[in-house]
């Protein structure tokens, strides 16, 4: 939050000035530093006010991890999650094997884990730097996997809870919107939960979520025009397809099937 806030203010103040990202999150290391979106929220929802610029550079300490409440450690692995869905099979597998080490602050597996991910949404900012890719392709929004929920979740929940934690159920929903159309490899699914149970992330929508409430939030997306909401399921690992055709009814169902049990 705190690196797009003051990226925000450098791409603005004097309609511009350099700046340098020190980020101390794993949310900042593993996605937000790199790639040049800034951006605020406001209370209407997510990211509504924001611009284009770059650091001119992005410092990443791991030791400034060991201080992060383990919340906060926890729910940037979310956005590591997302790449190896989007892009890189093999480091889902690495995630799966290194995710204790990684929890435990284990030096070689964190350094790894950051010079991976910092790859990853490189080569897709490179690819795309503008989010200006053609009508149906997807580039640079490939990063907004699983967020169009993840941003609804958010604002519903008036900001109170993490932005990973909400990628977290934002992937899930995703991927169970595609299940449930026969679209999505169910196995895709189960391999995700079971990822980012292992990174104490949370796998059900909250329990006082109203299923339909959020979809107002969902039609202010971005990415949204006339109350249709433009979504990217994903077929198998590493494919990616829009669809402009997701209902209410689906998200509901899809946020339903994750609520976690009444009793
Ligand atoms: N611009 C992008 O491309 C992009 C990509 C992903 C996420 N984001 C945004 O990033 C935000 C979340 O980032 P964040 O997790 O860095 O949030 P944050 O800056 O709010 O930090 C989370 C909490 O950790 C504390 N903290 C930070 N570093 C610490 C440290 N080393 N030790 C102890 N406490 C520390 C902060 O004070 C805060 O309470 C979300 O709003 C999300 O939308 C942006
Ligand atoms: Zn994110």
Known sequence: MIGDLAGFLAATWLRGVPFINCTTTTEGAIDAAVGGKTAVNLKAGKNLVGAFHQPRLVLVDIATFRTLPARDLRAGLAEAVKHALIRDPALFNWLETNAAAILNHDETATVELIRKNVNIKAAVVREDEHETGAEDSVGRAALNFGHTIAHALEAHAAFALRHGECVAIGLLA???IGVARKFTDPALLERTRALLAAFGLPTH?????????????????????EGRVRFLLMPTSGKLEWADDVTAAEAAAAITALAPASN
């Open 205 to 225: 929508a909250p329990a006082d979520l109203e299923p339909t409430a959020f979809w107002t939030y969902m039609t202010r997306d971005k990415k949204s025009a």
């Open 174 to 176: 995703a991927l169970q």
